[in-house]
Each structure stands twice: as C-alpha cells, then as structure tokens.
C-alpha cells in the first residue's frame, strides 16, 4: 500500500504526516508492504527541507524526518493506493488534478480522526510552536486510526 499525504507548502503539515506514518510503519515491522511520501499543492518549497519548527516537533516525539519539497503532479494519482490530504482547501486542489483513470482514493486526513473537529488540519505555518504539537497529535491519531483499519495482517 502507497500512501500520499498532501498540503500546501510540503514543509509543515504533510512532511510531519509522512514522518509519522513511516515510523509507526517501521516500528510495526510493515515497511516491506506500506510507505508513504508527501507533497504540496503550491510549489512555493520545491527542493526545501520541512520548516525548522516541523523538525523540532517531530524530533521531540521521537520521529525521525526527512523530505524535501515537491509538488504534486497528475501522475502520483496512478502511483499511490491513497492520497490524503489536510483540509478542504488542499482537497479542492487536489481534485481539480485527478485523471480519469487516477487509482487513488483522495480522504481528508481527519475522515480517520476518532476526534475530527472541523475535519481539517490547521495550518501550522503563521503560528507559534503549540500549533505544531496540535498538528502532531492530530496526525498520530488520525494515522493510527487510518492503519488499524488498512493493516490486516500483522507483520
Ligand atoms: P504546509 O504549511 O502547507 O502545512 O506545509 C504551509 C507552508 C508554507 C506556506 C503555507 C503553508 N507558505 O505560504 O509558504
């Protein structure tokens, strides 16, 4: 299983989801079946590594991060199983690239949140450091959700 996780800029909020998701990915001995990698609708960041804030968070709850920017393209709708995406504005971008033949189901990320709120990831980029543990832990949740339904099998 592929998994893309999708914001804006790809240095705040969907390189954090990557990070997560592959650890928990690795921790649980899946990695040889399940991986996943992010992108930006924007391509403000292209090339950049994730914001320093993003790091740290990730960081300070044990995650191990590394990315660089891309940006989203037509074809990763042909590459990956899911392409989940952090708030409604990134699902209107996102949809508006979808091929006919896309074999990706495109989820809002907080569709798998036990607690969903307003069914977005806030956008952590032009607040302060609490912003970015709030997103940390919407996305620990939300992915740990997301692959106790998609794991089937333990490794
Ligand atoms: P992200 O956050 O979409 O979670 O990576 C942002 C990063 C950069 C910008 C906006 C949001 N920006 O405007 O540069």
Redesign the pocket.
Known sequence: MKVLFV?????????LAEAIFNQKVLDTGHSQDISADSC?T?N??IGQVP?HRTIEVAHRNNVQIDHLGRQLSGDNFRNYDYIIV?DKS?LYDTLALKPENSKAEVRLMRDFDPEPGDGEVP????GGEDGFQQVFNILDRSIDAFLKRNMTSPA
């Open positions: 914001c804006l800029g790809n240095i705040c909020r969907s390189p930006g924007a403000y960041h914001d952090m990134n956008d952590p980029y032009y």
